[in-house]
């Protein structure tokens, strides 16, 4: 490791040498330039993908389960799309393991939100609505 960085400040030097010298010296500038060229340039770094945003319309889980009841609102989420419900997940801060990250199926995390704020609500009105108010 040491002589690498031992190499790496002789390069750097070396650089700093250069550039000082063609900037005084044109003739050693296009030197220089047409030792450069044939180099390749440098790959410009892909982008990472950014987050997927949010669903527009965001349903209150809440108040679906307490207009439908436990059955009518299982239903109900299982004909929400994935997105719609991994956003619910996150906004309600229901999975803090994030063991549904790899879930791809509605009925699974459709099931896990009913049953998530089922045991919420079996602890207390302390809990209800938690993810909403941060």
């Keep these: ?44 770094t892909a982008k990472k993908a950014t987050k997927a945003t949010p669903p527009e319309h965001m349903p209150d889980i809440h108040a679906e389960w ?16 994935v997105p719609v419900l991994r956003a619910v997940i996150r906004a ?3 999975d803090a393991t994030r063991r549904t990250v790899k879930w791809k199926e509605a009925e699974k995390l459709a099931d896990f939100i009913a049953d998530s704020l089922r045991a919420r609500q079996s602890r207390g009105s302390a809990f209800i609505g938690r993810g909403a108010k941060e």
Excluded: C, H
């Design 1 to 44: 490791m040491r002589k690498e960085k031992a190499l790496i400040g002789l390069l750097r030097s070396l650089v700093d040498l250069l550039t000082e010298e063609s900037a005084r010296n044109p003739e050693f500038s296009s030197k220089l330039d047409t030792l450069l060229a044939g180099l390749p340039e440098k790959k410009a």
């Design 66 to 81: 307490i207009a439908r009841g436990e059955i009518d609102f299982r239903l109900w989420l299982r004909d929400q799309p």
């Design 92 to 94: 309600e801060d229901l």
